[in-house]
């Protein structure tokens, strides 16, 4: 099975993705010492995932730009 580097990437990507969320959920007290609530760590975890959502939306937009210029 031929993986291209694309795939590579976004495995990659994905395995730091889930590091940084399950570390957002497992800490107690965040950086400014403030303690890390449920509501709190959700907050992060929304922002951490909108900004992977952003990266995402560029690297298909970068790809699909390859597509259309191929053809």
Do not use: H, P
Not at 44 to 49: H, K, L, M, R
Not at 60 to 71: C, D, E, N, R, S
């Amino acid at each position: 099975m031929k993986m291209s580097g694309f795939k590579i990437f976004q495995i990659f990507q994905f395995i730091v993705f889930l590091g940084v969320s399950v570390f957002i959920f497992v800490r107690k007290v965040d950086g400014t010492g403030a303690e890390n609530t449920f509501d709190v760590a959700f907050l992060n975890f929304s922002v951490w995932f909108g900004f992977y959502l952003f990266l995402l939306a560029i690297e298909y937009g970068i790809k699909f730009l390859g597509v259309i210029k191929k053809k």
